[in-house]
């Protein structure tokens, strides 16, 4: 079974940055496609970004496109999610998710993935 465990979420002013990490328990991470989601109180759970195990297939929230980065780190076992210019709009608990069932046109459809973390906080306040 698959294992994620989110971290770096906290509270920060807008235009502020913060850097999530999920840590996968996983050994075989680099065949896994990865995907960071969030889901802010009252809303639906949206997908924010998304990477193929090889690295490429990347894919960004309009919302986010150009403020946001989604990165990994295959040897570590790591995922993370570069936030930067952060708006009091992307308050929201987000979430790493794991073992994609696809197809990839569908990646930002939480259905579309097997395995998910307890989530991090992320607030900004303006």
């Known amino acids: 079974q698959v294992q994620l465990v989110e971290s770096g979420g906290g509270s920060v002013q807008a235009g502020g940055s913060l850097r999530l990490s999920c840590e996968v328990s996983?050994?075989?991470?680099?065949?896994?496609?990865m995907a960071w989601f969030r889901q802010a109180p009252g809303k639906e759970r949206e997908g924010v970004a998304a990477?193929?195990?090889?690295?490429?297939?990347?894919n960004y929230a309009d919302s986010v496109k150009g403020r946001f980065t989604i990165s990994k780190d295959n040897a570590k076992g790591t995922l993370w999610l570069q936030m930067n210019d952060l708006r009091p709009d992307d308050t929201a608990m987000y979430y790493c998710?794991?073992?994609?069932?696809?197809?990839?046109?569908?990646?930002?459809?939480?259905?579309?993935?097997?395995?998910w973390g307890q989530g991090t906080q992320v607030t900004v306040s303006s």
């Open positions: 998710a794991s073992y994609y069932r696809g197809p990839w046109t569908t990646w930002a459809t939480m259905a579309s993935w097997s395995y």
């Open positions: 996983e050994r075989a991470y680099s065949d896994y496609a």
């Open positions: 990477m193929l195990g090889n690295g490429g297939g990347i």
